[in-house]
């Protein structure tokens, strides 16, 4: 029954909707907005820079690991090569050791992996922030009483969507984000 009313309901709102869509001036007499705040991320300079960042620090990340996996792996062999001229408790302290520096470079690695994603969000995090008083001034222009994330909003109206209104506003106002974003991803040493 309850079921049947909704879908009567979005039946006459779609009719009465689709013969009374708002015109481009009605929307700037919205007192609701949306924006895709994901679009806004990754369209805007600001994010872009963000991504690049994260993706450049990434890169740097497996081409560490690729020379430090090569550089173990050659230890590796170097210490099977031993083994047949060395005495037993000799090669076992001494691949224990290499066991060791093996687990703290993994730890290391790691840590650093976590430090990128780690600054991943906190690049979006800041980006966000930001961008709070310049989609308060879009909003103030277009006389809204709130701006919604346009992923939450069971319907609406493309003409209320002003993501590209807002991204063209951060891009003027942020440009590529350097002042927003730390200088530098901090560096983790690989071992103690």
Same mark, same amino acid.
């Given at each position: 029954m309850l079921r049947a009313a909704f879908l009567a309901l979005i039946m006459l709102s779609s009719v009465a909707t689709a013969q009374d869509a708002p015109d481009e001036q009605s929307r700037l007499e919205s007192a609701i907005l949306t924006v895709m705040p994901d679009r806004m991320f990754e369209e805007s300079m600001a994010g872009k820079t963000a991504e690049r960042r994260f993706e450049d620090a990434s890169q740097a990340l497996v081409a560490e690991n690729r020379v430090l996996e090569a550089d173990l792996a050659a230890e590796e062999r170097a210490l099977t090569d031993k083994r047949r001229t060395m005495p037993s408790d000799a090669f076992h302290l001494e691949a224990a050791a290499f066991d060791k520096r093996v687990e703290q470079a993994r730890r290391g690695q790691d840590a650093k992996s976590v430090l990128i994603t780690r600054q991943r969000d906190q690049d979006r995090k800041a980006f966000f922030q930001a961008s709070i008083? &310049?989609? %308060?001034?879009?909003?103030?222009?277009e006389g809204a009483l709130a701006i919604l994330d346009r992923g939450s909003v069971f319907l609406s109206f493309d003409l209320i969507d002003v993501t590209d209104r807002a991204i063209a506003a951060l891009d003027e106002q942020l440009g590529d984000? %350097?002042? &927003?974003?730390?200088a530098e991803i901090a560096d983790t040493p690989t071992t103690p």
């Open positions: 008083p &310049i989609l %308060a001034e879009l909003m103030q222009s984000g %350097a002042d &927003i974003f730390d």
